[in-house]
């Protein structure tokens, strides 16, 4: 059904028939930039946490990671990741497909400012088969995002 529901969601805007869908596995942000063919720091990963009982979703850069100095500022309570048995529930998505995509209706979803860097990213479809080429732009328009946030750190030089 996640893919499903990605579809659907990406169907509204256009976007449905961009999905791009490979043999190999891309749960991994390795995995994934290896599969499509990009830097790893071009893959959107979506991570799962619960802020006030809330599941939200943050979408960031493929080579960032979440400072928890950061999160606790923005957030008022430090970085809880949603239990591995609660995400397909919580969210709607297995991990490896976590997405920001045809997500729970009470799912927030933040975009991290270490995405604006780039003209393109590649968030996942829903299974570790699935990714999109998507804008920046277009990520806003399709994910009912509330703000840009900035809560990661780079483990970049």
């Known amino acids: ?11 509204k ?3 449905d028939n961009r999905i791009i ?32 009982d809330n599941p939200i979703l943050i979408v960031m850069a493929g080579v960032v990671k979440i400072d928890n100095a950061k999160y606790r ?13 609660e995400v397909d ?9 976590v997405c920001p ?19 393109f990213v590649y968030p996942a479809c829903g299974s570790p088969h699935n990714a999109i080429k998507i804008t920046i732009k277009e990520l806003e328009e399709v994910t009912n995002y509330p703000e840009w946030i900035d809560v990661c750190k780079s483990k970049e030089n």
């Open 1 to 11: 059904m996640s893919v499903q529901s990605v579809k659907e969601h990406l169907k």
């Open 13 to 15: 805007y256009g976007m």
């Open 21 to 52: 869908t490979v043999s190999c596995l891309t749960a991994t942000v390795k995995e994934a930039a290896e599969s499509l063919g990009c830097e790893e720091k071009e893959i959107a990963k979506t991570l799962s946490f619960k802020v006030s």
């Open 73 to 85: 500022g923005y957030f008022h309570e430090k970085a809880k990741m949603l239990q591995p048995e």
């Open 89 to 97: 529930t919580l969210i709607g998505h297995p991990i490896g497909g």
């Open 101 to 119: 995509f045809g997500v729970s209706d009470n799912v927030k979803v933040y975009l991290d400012e270490s995405l604006k860097r780039f003209e």
